[in-house]
């Protein structure tokens, strides 16, 4: 009776103690990095439900998708913000602000800190962290001005316990917790949008095209996978409820959020057991 009591606070504490409704027939969805994997099925789960779906990546949708007519692609380099300002410009011209978005585009790569390069690595940085920074101050304002809208950031359960070749990925990740913590703050008290709902993902290893480098590590720890379609169900339930929260699938790794907090010999025995580093990486020089 406690847990639930507290789960219910915390979920509407989340939620400003006020009720909104979501009308998925006439809301404008922006998913980002729909190309494949998470943003792709996404985009599909809403067309195939009748809703408008926005999608931006920087390569072309899959035929699968194309297919659908309220699907509407803008090829896009999310970490260039002077070009995506035209193609925001170009969205809302075409089809009207945005009433959801989805900030989903990442990308990763598995290299230890000393072996990257500056530039592949600001590139990270600018594609998973700052494209956030710049959807929101193209979009935001549309559902300010409403009081109505939801943002939906896709992050990773490296955010809360990262590993070998993921320093900076796991930052950027860690990076998008404070971004969505501090986002909610100013939506109640700066803008006084206490109806905008706000969520963030933490999702755990999922058969997409990100983590082809490291299944064989993953494999040699015994670590299970998921499938995209195991991952994405939670996720649009999630979406679908019109609520914002904190959703960490699958919920077994609910207890990472209070790893910080444990004694540090047990974090990181923790690390040390589930690194999927396989002895594979080169020593390689500083840059």
């Known amino acids: 009776m406690a847990l639930r009591i ?8 989340e939620n400003n103690w006020v009720e909104d409704k979501y009308d998925w027939d006439n809301e404008l969805v922006l998913v980002t990095g729909a190309s494949s994997g998470f943003g792709e099925l996404i985009a ?27 699907i509407h692609h803008y090829q896009a380099d999310l970490s260039d913000w002077d070009g995506l300002t035209k193609v925001a410009s170009k969205i809302k011209s ?5 009433t959801v978005l989805i900030l989903n585009a990442g990308v990763a790569s598995r290299t230890p800190i ?5 530039s592949d690595i600001k590139k990270l940085v600018d594609v998973n962290l700052t494209s956030h920074f710049a ?7 549309a559902m ?9 950031s896709i992050a990773s359960v490296v955010s809360y ?24 703050q100013e939506l109640r008290h700066v803008h006084k949008a206490d109806k905008i709902r706000t969520s963030i993902v933490h999702t755990g290893w999922t058969k997409t095209p990100i983590i082809e480098d490291w299944e064989k590590g993953l494999k040699e720890r015994g670590q299970a996978t998921m499938t995209l ?55 390689g020089s500083a840059h």
Not at 135 to 141: D, G, K, S, T, V
């Open 135 to 141: 959807m929101l101050h193209h979009f935001l304002p």
């Open 44 to 70: 599909e789960k809403l067309a195939k439900r009748g809703t408008k779906v926005i999608t931006m990546s920087r390569r072309p949708l899959k035929p699968e998708l194309s297919v659908y007519k309220n």
């Open 229 to 283: 379609e195991e991952a994405v169900d939670p996720i649009m339930e999630l979406l679908y409820s019109g609520y914002g929260t904190r959703l960490i699938v699958p919920s077994i790794l609910n207890f990472l959020p209070g790893v910080r907090g444990w004694p540090h010999w047990a974090q990181e025995f923790l690390r040390d057991k589930l690194n999927p580093y396989t002895g594979e990486y080169a020593a």
């Open 114 to 118: 000393m072996n990257k390069e500056f």
């Open 161 to 184: 316990l990262s590993m070998v070749g993921l320093c900076d990925y796991g930052s950027t990740k860690s990076g998008l917790i404070a971004l969505h913590e501090t986002l909610r």
């Open 144 to 152: 300010i001005k409403r009081n109505h809208g939801y943002v939906m």
């Open 6 to 13: 507290n789960s219910w606070l915390s979920w509407k504490a």
């Open 94 to 98: 075409e089809h009207g602000d945005p």
